[in-house]
């Protein structure tokens, strides 16, 4: 029998994938070098690739990347904390959701970077306004996540642990919560990657000249060498999606029951 | 109305007093939903240590009844009783066992973690000695690290029982517990129910559909009309036990209180078209 679309083996992916990335990266690096493409500052992908090669042995830099991941996982972390929390509560309390509905739907389009430099002012420089400021942009589908997820607690395991005599307190604990947890973690994944994003782009705007931010600001302000700049950013790129590959991990082997809620 | 209702309606006195004291008593309970009236006056005795079951056409609100006397919902007329005292919430030493195994048992937990749920307060050691007991009562050992989702629905459903157990209640009800498990898992966990109440004397009150397993599994069947149903008559079972899915079934006996419940049943739904 033959599939529609045969799956193809593990192997063949992986080539395809390197001769993708390789590829692309070569028609780049020729559209450049044969003068098709004639704009200054546009970086050849061999410039960037040594520029990582510079920037590897740079204590400065590794400085800068261990900033920002610091500052993007202590926002991270409050996210978490607070909109588990929050989330969890207006799940379980229509009264809540009803008093905290609008709040949330005014604060949650409000760009959080915006809201950095009032930040800075309340609280002066650091990595604290700047870590506020991810968290600010990571709340969200983390509060959201896991509100749809105690809200949509299969009602038959809900009356299960109500028969067997716990309160609504309790069956939050116990059934509500834990339940809704792989929707949370969806959650942190979503906030995970926007919290990257936001932690570059407010060390860009707002920072001190710390994290990876600081560093591009630094560079591209001397002018001197962009394809560091190109480098830099490059790395974080790289960063975010090992984060992301170790979190998909970690839904697979914490969150692995899921595949047993009931659809 | 109501009132009228319940002496239309007295308690139909069952064929033969073999059965113990009241474990459960329902009076007079109603239950409408805005203008739908979902079970209308229900009056019936559940004797103790005994198998009930009540039968009754789909959509007769046999659910409703169960949600009602577990204490998950109110009668809005009428009472419920159990071991003498009035139903106010969820009476202590009750389970339930829903139609849904999968819905019902928890995806997170694996079978041991989902049979202690109910006795999370015990002592650690005799917390283990119960799961253990009810595990092997259902006979799943061996079974305790699976989750559930990874068993088949009858060994599901034995979990599900298997919790109910754990939690050693006095009254376990079954909401269809066997709808949705195929024919042979079904009779085998008939079965195993028998053996598991007269081992233990739990008094059991099961809600089906079916006509067959009502008689099969029942000491006493309380048959309700369709919606709003009213109790059709009270029959107590006087087959022999222990039973079994050949002799029992082809016993002249069986075969009569069989064509006798479906006939209540037929004459109550030409009688009120829904």
Known sequence: ?263 | MTETRVTENPVPRAASPAAGSAELLLDGVSRSYGDNLAVRSISAEVPASKISVIVGPSGCGKSTLLRIISGLDEPTAGRVEFEGVPVKGVPEGLAMVFQDYSRSLFPWMRVDKNVAFPIKHLPAKERAERVRFAIEEVGLSGKEKLYPWQMSGGMQQRVAIARALASHPKLLLMDEPYASVDAQTRADLEDLLMRIQSELGITVLVVTHDIDESVYLADRIIVLSAPPSVVAEVIDVDLPRPRDHIATKTDPRFVEIRGHVTRLLRSKEHATPV
């Not at chain 1, 593990?10 to 044969?34: D, K, P």
């Open chain 1, 1 to 263: 029998m033959k599939l529609l679309h045969e799956p193809l083996s593990g192997r063949s992916q992986a080539v395809l994938g390197v001769v993708g990335v390789i590829g692309t990266a070569a028609v780049w690096e020729g559209l450049i070098r044969s003068g098709l493409l004639d704009v200054a500052g546009l970086p050849l992908p061999s410039g960037v690739i040594s520029g990582v090669g510079d920037l590897l042995p740079d204590e400065t830099f590794w400085d800068a990347v261990l900033f920002t991941l610091g500052e993007w996982m202590l926002g991270l972390a409050i996210a978490t904390g607070v909109g588990v929390l929050l989330g969890g509560l207006m799940g379980a309390f229509r009264s809540l959701f009803v008093a905290f509905e609008w709040p949330v739907e005014a604060f949650r389009v409000l760009p959080s970077v915006a809201v950095g430099p009032i930040l800075v002012l309340l609280i002066g420089q650091g990595m604290l306004p700047l870590a506020l400021t991810v968290a600010l942009s990571c709340i969200w589908p983390i509060l959201l996540n896991t509100m749809y997820g105690v809200r949509g607690t299969d009602t038959t395991a809900v009356m299960t642990a109500k028969t067997f005599g716990n309160s609504d307190l309790a069956v939050l604990r116990k059934v509500k919560i834990p339940s809704a947890l792989p929707f949370a973690f969806t959650g942190v994944r979503i906030a995970a990657s926007i919290g990257l994003l936001v932690a570059v782009s407010a060390e860009l705007l707002i920072g001190g000249g710390d994290g990876i931010g600081g560093y591009i600001l630094t560079n591209t302000a001397n002018a001197t060498d962009l394809d560091l700049v190109y480098a830099a950013t490059l790395v974080a790129g790289v960063l975010g999606v090992a984060v992301n590959l170790a979190m998909a991990k970690v839904d697979d082997v914490v969150f692995g029951w899921k595949k047993g809620l009931a659809q």
